[in-house]
């Protein structure tokens, strides 16, 4: 489909657990788009051992790294440049986890310890990429950096629980670091707003299969892939987006935008 659209480009991409993750799917639209990268995800989560045959498949390397530490972060950098021959053009950030979440801990009674976990490892390690990867100068100009978010951020989504803030936190991220970032270096940050999708993260959510049916059946266009939403990461990679930065993007099938869809009000007729 866009064959050579990333030929040339160096990148880092993050996340990818399993063939469900969105970050899987960007890796292997990424490698057929001629692009090479090294991908990473956290030690315990190489465990699993799944990573190796996308890397394989993908002619990747694998640097685990905590997504919470500076340091791992840094030599992350360190090593895909050593092992990519240079600067970095694209990252993919595709991490969230929060242990109220897992522990189906209801929203008025979070646990702070989990809270502020939730905030390190799925908003501020946003910061701490960008952050440990101007300090090496790592990303070329005109580099862009892709994370995942989702409409909670702005809307309440009572599921969802301490997520949400999490992903406010993350898009203001997204705007704040790509100020400076623009302004200095000319990378260029965005967040991609994605419909509920069937991933380990996904799935985790109390209520999800319910939901993800409900948002299906209001968005005009039905839910977004994690496949389509991989190509719309390979399009924020490329030149061709080149003067998109600071957005939070929507890729929802029009969720976003609608009000009230007729399969839903069908639901509410009087038989
Ligand atoms: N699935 C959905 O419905 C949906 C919708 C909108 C946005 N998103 C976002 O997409 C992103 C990717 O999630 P996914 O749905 O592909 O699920 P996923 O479970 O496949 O990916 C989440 C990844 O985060 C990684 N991770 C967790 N803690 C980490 C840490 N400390 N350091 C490094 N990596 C760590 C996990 O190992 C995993 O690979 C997340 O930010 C998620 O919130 C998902």
């Excluded at 880092?12 to 991908?39: M, Y």
């Excluded at 501020?124 to 409409?151: F, N, P, Q």
Aim: charged share 20%; proline share 2%; net charge neutral.
């Amino acid at each position: 489909m866009f064959e050579n659209l990333l030929k040339g480009k160096r990148g880092i991409i993050t996340g990818a657990l399993n063939s469900n993750s969105i970050a899987w799917k960007v890796a292997e639209k990424a490698h057929a788009a001629g692009a090479v990268f090294t991908l990473s995800n956290a030690p315990i989560a190489l465990r699993l051992g799944e990573l190796k045959a996308l890397a394989e498949q993908t002619k990747s390397e694998v640097i685990p790294a905590d997504a919470t530490s500076m340091e791992e972060i840094t030599a992350l950098y360190q090593k895909s440049m050593d092992v990519l021959g240079g600067k970095i053009d694209f990252v993919l950030h595709s991490i969230g986890m929060s242990h109220n979440v897992r522990k189906n801990i209801a929203y008025d009674s979070l646990n702070y310890d989990y809270w502020t976990k939730t905030l390190d490892i799925s908003a501020m390690s946003l910061h701490k990429m960008l952050a440990a990867a101007k300090k090496l100068d790592a990303i070329s100009e005109w580099g862009s950096v892709v994370t995942l978010s989702y409409i909670a951020a702005q809307r309440s989504y009572p599921f969802y629980n301490d997520m949400a803030e999490a992903k406010a936190m993350l898009e203001s991220i997204v705007r704040s670091f790509g100020y400076h970032y623009a302004k200095e270096k000319k990378v260029r940050i965005n967040s991609v707003s994605q419909s509920p999708t069937k991933t380990t993260a996904g799935s985790g959510i109390k209520g999800f299969t319910e939901f993800y049916e409900f948002a299906d059946a209001v968005s005009p266009l039905g839910n977004a892939s994690a496949d389509s939403c991989a190509d719309f990461c390979i399009a924020l990679f490329s030149d061709l987006t080149r003067m998109v930065t600071m957005q939070n993007l929507y890729h929802d099938g029009g969720y976003s935008t609608t009000g009230v869809s007729f399969e839903v009000m069908e639901k509410f007729i009087a038989k």
